[in-house]
């Protein structure tokens, strides 16, 4: 089956930085997205991989590895705004998007 | 601006009563897509259109049905609701299904069922 982990929640406090991970085993692969999602609302986009390596947009980084199925969010410089779930999202062989459940991230003045 | 409108932001239903959930785009997107998320959960999907091209997931139940009449509109109708069908419904649009192909999402509609 196919299967993407993220931790369910994660707190940190604001200024500091925090890393979410992803792992995910799934039926081919052909890009990894990160999503914000704010309490009631919809995901918004943050970042797309399909290269192993470090992308660095602003505050937010996303980091792949394709052979170790892992993907990470960077958020640096945390705002309180920065509270959200963050949803990591693969596309598989069949260009479907599989979704994780995300990460609940709580941040604390 | 160009978006994803849905309507309605919050939907009340009967148990058993049909209820139709519109979405509408102005990005000119040829696919779009109908999620249900529940609390804390990743978003399911429930179908998507590729152009006037209808594909369903194989554990969508019979109750969900979808109509898609123009490029703009898309429609989640919910034949008789049950009290397991309240979740938040998203809808989203992406241009084409490449792997690298953004989906923009809906504010998406809140289903409550009484």
């Known amino acids: 089956g196919q299967n993407i982990d993220q931790p369910t929640e994660m707190t940190a406090t604001e200024g500091a930085i925090v890393q979410i991970n992803c792992t995910y085993q799934?039926?081919?692969?052909?890009?990894l997205f990160w999503y914000q999602q704010h309490a009631g609302e919809a995901p918004t986009f943050l970042s797309y991989?399909?290269l192993d390596g470090l992308e660095e947009k602003g505050r937010f980084s996303s980091f792949l590895s394709r052979s170790k199925g892992y993907s990470y969010l960077l958020l640096k410089e945390l705002q309180m705004k920065d509270s959200a779930s963050y949803l990591c999202?693969?596309?598989?062989?069949?260009?479907?998007?599989?979704w994780g459940a995300g990460t609940k991230l709580i941040i604390k003045p | 601006d160009a978006m994803v409108i849905q309507n309605p932001r919050y939907q009340v239903t009967q148990f058993g009563k049909p209820v139709t959930l519109s979405c509408s785009q102005t990005?000119?997107?040829?696919?779009m897509y109908w999620y249900q998320q529940k609390s804390s959960q990743a978003p399911k999907l429930l179908f998507h259109?590729?152009?006037?091209?209808?594909?369903n997931e194989a554990d969508t139940p019979d109750n969900f049905q979808s109509r898609r009449p123009n490029t703009s509109f898309c429609f989640l109708d919910i034949r008789s609701p049950g009290l397991g069908d309240a979740a938040m419904y998203l809808c989203?649009?992406?241009?084409?299904?490449?792997?690298?192909?953004?989906?923009?999402f809906g504010p998406g509609t809140r289903l409550t069922v009484l």
């Open positions: 989203a649009t992406s241009r084409g299904t490449s792997g690298s192909a953004e989906q923009f």
């Open positions: 990005l000119n997107h040829n696919v």
């Open positions: 259109y590729y152009d006037k091209d209808f594909n």
């Open positions: 799934t039926s081919g692969f052909n890009g």
């Open positions: 991989n399909v």
């Open positions: 999202a693969v596309v598989d062989s069949n260009y479907q998007l599989i």
